[in-house]
């Protein structure tokens, strides 16, 4: 297979370098099920990992897990977008750490090893 990231319109950024906070979807759970069980502390919280990680990193781990070798195209950036595009996200979770939040997120690798070996090779998509 081939994955396809954008090319960067931004001399701060190479190709592939546009950064990201994923998360991985069991990580949100567990935020969810904390703060469903600590209500004293309502409000609106980020959550992420807390470190941007660059999409061809996502990439280049994506055809690692898979054993695949890596095959990235760049694609421009759609004109309607390129000027509004967010080069750099990432969130801050100082709050929910500071209510009490302690467990650690998985790593961007961790997450694709788990995602790819648990639910994609198996057919398990969802």
């Not at 990432?90 to 690798?109: M, P, V």
Request: hydrophobic share 35%; aromatic share 18%.
């Amino acid at each position: 297979g081939e994955m396809k990231l954008f090319r960067s319109f931004n001399p701060e950024f190479k190709d592939g370098e546009q950064a990201r906070d994923f998360v991985y979807v069991k990580d949100v759970i567990e935020v969810m099920y904390f703060l469903m069980r600590h209500r004293k502390d309502p409000g609106i919280y980020n959550v992420g990992t807390g470190k941007a990680e660059t999409f061809l990193k996502l990439a280049r781990n994506t055809f690692k897990v898979m054993h695949m070798p890596e095959k990235i195209k760049y694609i421009d950036i759609p004109a309607d977008i390129r000027e509004k595009y967010q080069y750099f996200t990432e969130a801050k979770i100082g709050k929910l750490r500071y209510i009490g939040y302690k467990k650690d997120f998985y790593s961007l690798e961790d997450g694709i090893s788990d995602y790819v070996t648990n639910y994609l090779i198996d057919g398990n998509f969802y």
